[in-house]
Nanobody, 112 residues
Framework: QVHLVESGGGLVQPGGSLRLSCAAS????????IGWYRQALGKQRELVAH???????NYTDSVKGRFTISRDDAKNTVYLKMNNLKPGDTAVYYC??????WGQGTQVTVSS
C-alpha cells in the first residue's frame, strides 16, 4: 500500500544541480530504509544512496561529495540533492522503500 512518486528530474548542463523528490502516500516513519537508485541506458539499476529511519546515510562512491540524501518525515518525502552533475549521472532515477516498493522514476539528463 506504499506508493512512491519521484519528481524533479530534467535536463541540466554539466556542473549543474537538481533536487529530486520522492513523495510517499503514507508516513515514511515506519520505513527503515528509503533509497535512490538509477538506471542508465545499457546498464543495470544501481544504488545511488539510501537513508534509514534514524537518518544514517550511505552513497555509492561515484556520487560521494556531490549528492546528498535527506528525509522530511513531516512531508513524507525523501530528497536527493545532486550537485556538480556529470554526463555519467544521466539515468532514470527511482525511489525504493522497504518491502520492494518502487516509484515510476524520473529522468535526469546531463548534457551540454
Amino acid at each position: 500500500q506504499v506508493h512512491l512518486v519521484e519528481s524533479g528530474g530534467g535536463l541540466v548542463q554539466p556542473g549543474g544541480s537538481l533536487r529530486l523528490s520522492c513523495a510517499a502516500s503514507g508516513s515514511i516513519f515506519s520505513l527503515y530504509v528509503i533509497g535512490w537508485y538509477r538506471q542508465a541506458l545499457g546498464k543495470q539499476r544501481e544504488l545511488v544512496a539510501h537513508i534509514t529511519r534514524g537518518g544514517s546515510t550511505n552513497y555509492t562512491d561515484s556520487v560521494k561529495g556531490r549528492f546528498t540524501i535527506s528525509r522530511d518525515d513531516a512531508k513524507n518525502t525523501v530528497y536527493l540533492k545532486m550537485n556538480n552533475l556529470k554526463p555519467g549521472d544521466t539515468a532514470v532515477y527511482y525511489c525504493k522503500a522497504d518491502g520492494g516498493y518502487w516509484g515510476q522514476g524520473t529522468q535526469v539528463t546531463v548534457s551540454s
